[in-house]
């Protein structure tokens, strides 16, 4: 593809997808609060408070890709989920605060998230997985998506696996 499609806004029976905006920052800023303790501590807010309110929106600004999951008929939204468009392959990518998970709105955002893909001409989405988080591993399984073989082994936070999905 010689210039990747823009992923804009989505919609399913339940959940609307749409640009990320910088004043959710405080939303995506509790999903760094709320992340497993198994994540990488680059990847959760540290003993300083970072990242802040601003570093999440400066993030946000920096647009992405990723979209604001929000479920139809109220205003909260609940996570984000879209495409990280950095290398060959696009990646997808979710995250829903956890009052949200086990209601299957992983997989609806993920699903809206892989038609748009496929329709948008992309032939294979990759993503990346710990392999302690059954549940992201159970919401790809759930989306096509075959775990690879490939591991990258670390001993403190465990392995992460590449799973990929043919479109």
């Known amino acids: ?15 609307i997808l749409r640009r990320r905006r ?8 509790e999903l760094w609060a709320e992340r497993d303790l198994r994540v990488p501590s680059h990847r959760r807010v540290d003993a ?28 909260d939204v609940i996570g984000y989920c879209g495409l990280i468009l950095d290398g060959d392959e696009p990646e997808l990518a979710f995250e ?13 955002a993920g699903r809206a998230v892989v038609t748009w893909a496929s329709e948008a001409g992309y032939r294979r989405l990759r993503a990346t997985v710990w392999h302690w988080n059954v549940a992201s591993r159970r919401v790809l399984e759930k989306l096509g998506f075959r775990e690879t073989g490939r591991v990258e082994p670390d001993s403190v936070h465990g392995h992460t696996l590449l799973t990929v999905r043919e479109l």
């Not at 990747?4 to 399913?12: F, I, N, S, Y």
């Open 96 to 108: 829903l605060l956890r009052v949200v998970h086990g209601c299957g709105y992983a997989t609806e």
């Open 48 to 75: 300083e408070g970072r990242p802040t309110l601003e570093d999440i929106a400066a993030e946000v600004r920096a647009d992405s890709g990723l979209l604001a999951v929000k479920r139809k008929g109220t205003a």
């Open 22 to 29: 910088v004043d959710e920052a405080a939303v995506y800023r």
């Open 1 to 15: 593809m010689s210039r990747a499609p823009v992923l804009d806004t989505l919609q399913t029976d339940r959940l």
